[in-house]
């Protein structure tokens, strides 16, 4: 079963958004075939410059809205816009704020991310953040030697996601799409092979994802990108790196991104602070 029309989500926040993405997955896994719901996470967003460009795209591919926005202009913003583009919205914050400051006549600070308290651990995760953004998709090989953790996979593999997420509990991580095509940069054989991981999923699996991909793009359905030849194919060149380079690999299929952090957490980056 799939679902007949895709469904995205998109979480804006103006400090990390953590809060709002767990309550967003908290409420999909109550559904069957919820990794097909495409979740994206807008965090920092400060400004009615960055917020603009997202509520647009957010009227263009029907997305549902969840913010915690704590500025009051630019909750105003957001609730002006969603109604009148009858986008469905979700204030995760600031109801309640309002509720608490009519019962008892405080007034709330206002502050951005103040539920994050401004210690170590919170600048290393804002660091860890920043690192994932800069060297996701190969864009950058130098990243690899600074990583704890570098991810492979071909295409539609979550690698992106599996980086963020991790990025949000502070450990800097960096992934790279496998392209037989694509040369490898010489660096990634410096890696050490505890700090590198695959994941894979069956042919099937990723052709699935591939083709909803190119369904939501608007492109032509018989791409090469969701060739099952053409994915076998990968899938086999991706086998014979993994293989050289003696790195573990995790079969991500039916797997939510959660379930693939924690076991990444468990069985490798924790294992190598210890």
Same mark, same amino acid.
């Given at each position: 079963?799939?679902?007949?029309?895709?469904?995205?989500?998109?979480?804006?926040?103006?400090?990390?958004?953590?809060?709002?993405?767990?309550?967003?997955?908290?409420?999909?896994?109550?559904?069957?075939?919820?990794?097909?719901?495409?979740?994206?996470?807008?965090?920092?967003?400060?400004?009615?410059?960055?917020?603009?460009?997202?509520?647009?795209?957010?009227?263009?591919?029907?997305?549902?809205?969840?913010?915690?926005?704590?500025? @009051? #202009? &630019?909750? !105003?913003?957001?609730? /002006?816009? $969603?109604?009148?583009?009858?986008?469905? *919205?979700?204030?995760? %914050? @600031? #109801? &309640?704020? !309002?509720?608490?400051? /009519?019962? $008892?006549?405080?007034?709330?600070?206002? *502050?951005?991310?103040? %539920?994050?308290?401004?210690? !170590?651990?919170?600048? /290393?995760?804002?660091?860890?953040?920043?690192?994932?953004?800069?060297?996701?998709?190969?864009?950058?090989?130098?990243?690899?030697?600074?990583?704890?953790?570098?991810?492979?996979?071909?295409?539609?593999?979550?690698?992106?996601?599996?980086?963020?997420?991790?990025?949000?509990?502070?450990?800097?991580?960096?992934?790279?799409?496998?392209?037989?095509?694509?040369?490898?940069?010489?660096?990634?054989?410096?890696?050490?092979?505890?700090?590198?991981?695959?994941?894979?999923?069956?042919?099937?699996?990723?052709?699935?994802?591939?083709?909803?991909?190119?369904?939501?793009?608007?492109?032509?359905?018989?791409?090469?990108?969701?060739?099952?030849?053409?994915?076998?194919?990968?899938?086999?060149?991706?086998?014979?790196?993994?293989?050289?380079?003696?790195?573990?690999?995790?079969?991500?299929?039916?797997?939510?991104?959660?379930?693939?952090?924690?076991?990444?957490?468990?069985?490798?980056?924790?294992?190598?602070?210890?």
């Amino acid at each position: 079963m799939t679902l007949k029309k895709p469904l995205n989500i998109f979480v804006i926040s103006d400090s990390i958004g953590e809060t709002a993405r767990r309550a967003v997955r908290a409420a999909l896994v109550q559904f069957s075939y919820h990794d097909e719901i495409n979740v994206q996470q807008f965090p920092f967003i400060t400004h009615v410059d960055a917020l603009l460009p997202i509520l647009e795209d957010a009227k263009k591919e029907q997305a549902i809205v969840v913010t915690t926005l704590i500025s @009051n #202009g &630019l909750n !105003q913003f957001c609730v /002006d816009f $969603t109604r009148h583009n009858q986008i469905q *919205h979700f204030d995760y %914050l @600031n #109801g &309640l704020v !309002q509720t608490i400051e /009519d019962r $008892t006549n405080l007034k709330p600070a206002n *502050h951005a991310g103040a %539920l994050h308290t401004m210690d !170590q651990d919170y600048f /290393d995760r804002i660091e860890a953040i920043e690192f994932a953004v800069k060297y996701d998709d190969g864009k950058n090989p130098a990243g690899l030697l600074k990583a704890d953790l570098v991810i492979l996979g071909v295409s539609r593999t979550s690698k992106t996601p599996l980086s963020i997420f991790l990025a949000n509990k502070a450990h800097k991580v960096t992934n790279l799409p496998i392209v037989p095509e694509v040369n490898l940069p010489k660096v990634l054989y410096e890696v050490p092979r505890d700090r590198i991981v695959g994941l894979y999923a069956s042919p099937e699996y990723i052709r699935r994802i591939r083709s909803e991909r190119i369904r939501m793009m608007g492109l032509k359905s018989d791409s090469s990108y969701n060739n099952l030849d053409r994915i076998r194919y990968e899938l086999n060149y991706f086998n014979d790196l993994v293989a050289q380079l003696r790195a573990p690999v995790i079969n991500i299929e039916n797997k939510s991104v959660e379930e693939t952090a924690q076991y990444i957490e468990e069985t490798i980056l924790n294992k190598k602070q210890d």
